[in-house]
């Protein structure tokens, strides 16, 4: 298997946005550094694929582009931060800094634009700035305590050998000079003490903070030598986009364009986005690259806009669906998005929301546990599409049902219920696509008729525990299912009958997906020492000889199936955080992924 070769994220995870030299932009997403032609939509990825390949495996939260746009740096959180410094053209590391043990993250990465030096500020106690050498096997030149206020943002200056970082108190300079780091706090001169949400220069000595009120603090060494009211709500993007022209962003959705004058801006265009800008940069055609706070990273030429990455962007993203025909992949999370994107083209196509009118927010104990804003009749863990007439199934965390008319036309409801007390993680159409399986956090599995206004058939009620997985037999006859409880239940589906000899009596019966994580067939995939909930999910190809697996270290791992007395399998990394849906493609080229936490889904394709 490849590395992933498609990946649609939230763009809110990026903590920057680049525009390259002619088509290409470059944005973080999960573990993944990633190189994309905003024509074509071809990606390409640094880290990803089998494990012994260099790239992190945590979540990236810094990136910095280098003036000559051909290197780049992320760095990722964890017990000892990884900061890689690699080419963008080949995607090939050149350099890799560990950070000291306790330095939580990398949060924040800049390249010195004179000489070989890069900064990187550590999310520590102490928001250490730590200073290293590139042409000297990036050696470590100098280190120093920030304080104890954390670094919202970063820039080096375009020529001395010095960098700003701002927090909410104030700003301080840092200078770099013979192998030493010296601070020195930033003067505002009568102005109001805030909290300076981002920074950009104008020239060597001249830079310009962003506020949490939208002002611009223009500063010319350490003094605020003038004050601009720019925007309603926080600054998330200052930048010098060429030798002309400065940009800013804010929550107000607003993107300004400034003709740079002297040590002064004065206001040339702006661009409404409608949504939080948190990310910009400007391409030398005069186009624009925007990410916003809901998920999108959105091109702007022309006064056109084009939409060239959209994603999730609140708590976690369970639900996947693959739709063959169309080659359409839909997704499902906890910030009210139904998410639809091309498997071909590789690219966003649409959304609709889950619920347009919030319900009752969700008591603590009780439901889904998700960090999301949203209330639970506003998430969805588990999605489903019917290949006889094309409904989409959704079940929603509040254990209401949706059923719409097509992936096409999400906002068209076929039909809706609630009978299901609990939320819903698993959901299934039957193979012949005249049944539709609904399984509940109530420890029931409900059973629908598709052509008769999904009227409910029967339930399944033996699990001792909540549903947690559920396979239909090929002649939609049996199901099987995995619940909280770690059992193995066979029922027939006409009646709802429990089989307690399913398991013998079906010994031979085909079933035509294998959701289920505990069977006769996956009795090896578990690490040794792991418990039942390491492995989150798993799928079976159409040639039924291969096994995949999501699990907990964020990897998709493959087996031969049936996985007894299994060889070590082949293991994938490219998520940040534990994945919880894997699907196959009809064809066996394809494995699907989806990240909970890093609200990713990537496409593996086979060599």
Known sequence: ?????????????????????????????????????????????????????????????????????????????????????????????IAKIVLPKNARAAKHICFSRVDSMI??????????????????????????KGGEVAVIDAEASPGDQFIVACNERGVVRWQFDGGKLESKKCILNNNPVTCFTSVGFIDNDTFVCGTKEGNLYIFKGTGCIKTINAHVGAVGVARKVNDNLF????????????????????????????????????????????????????????????????????????????????????????????????????????????NKNKGPIRKAGYGASSMSAFPPNQQARAICINKSNGHVAIGVNDGQLQVRESLGN???????????????????????????????????????????????????????????????????????????????LYFNTSDGQHLSSGASMLCDEQWATHNCKLAWHTEHIWPPECDGTHINHVARNKEINLL????????????????????????????????????FSDDSQRIYTIGGQDSCCLLYTSD
Not at 557 to 580: D, I, Q, T, W
Request: with cysteine.
């Open 119 to 144: 900064v990187v500020i550590a999310q520590d106690n102490e928001n250490t700035v730590y200073l290293y050498d590139l042409a000297n096997e990036c050696k470590l030149v100098a280190s120093e």
């Open 410 to 488: 999400l906002d068209s409801v076929v039909h809706e219920n609630k009978n299901a007390k609990e939320w819903i993680e698993a959901i299934e159409y039957s193979p012949n696509g005249k049944l539709l399986g609904v399984g509940s956090h109530d420890n029931n599995i409900y059973i629908y008729q598709v052509d008769n206004n999904y009227q409910l058939q029967t339930t399944l009620k033996t699990n001792n525990s909540f549903i947690t997985a559920f396979d239909w037999s090929t002649d939609s006859s049996y199901i099987r299912d995995n619940d909280g409880a770690y059992e193995l």
């Open 247 to 354: 940009i800013s962003g804010a929550a107000d959705g607003v993107l300004k364009v400034y003709d740079i004058e002297g040590n002064n801006l004065s206001m040339k265009e702006q661009h409404q986005f409608g949504e939080r800008i948190i990310a910009a940069d400007r391409g030398l055609e005069g186009d624009f690259v925007v990410g916003t706070k809901l998920g999108f990273i959105i091109h702007l030429k022309d006064g056109q806009k084009n939409v060239l990455v959209g994603g999730h962007h609140d708590g976690e993203v369970w639900g996947l669906a693959v739709s063959e025909d169309k080659q359409e992949i839909a997704t499902c999370g906890d910030d009210n998005r139904i998410m639809v994107y091309s498997a071909n083209e590789k690219k966003y196509l649409r959304h609709s929301a889950i």
């Open 548 to 583: 995949a697996t999501a699990d907990d270290d964020g990897y998709l791992c493959l087996f031969n199936y049936p996985a007894r007395n299994a060889p070590f399998p082949r293991c994938y990394k490219g998520h940040s955080e534990h994945v919880v849906r894997v699907k």
């Open 1 to 93: 298997r490849r590395p992933p070769r498609s990946t649609q994220s939230r763009s809110s995870a990026a903590s920057d946005v680049y525009k390259r030299q002619g088509q290409y932009i470059v944005y973080p997403a999960a573990a993944l550094g990633i190189v994309m032609d905003k024509n074509s939509h071809q990606q390409w990825f640094f880290g990803g694929g089998e494990l012994e390949k260099p790239g992190h495996n945590d979540d990236i939260v810094s990136i910095d582009i280098h003036p000559n746009k051909n290197i780049i740096a992320t760095g990722s959180v964890g017990s000892k931060p990884i900061v890689y410094i690699w080419e963008a053209f080949g995607v090939e590391p």
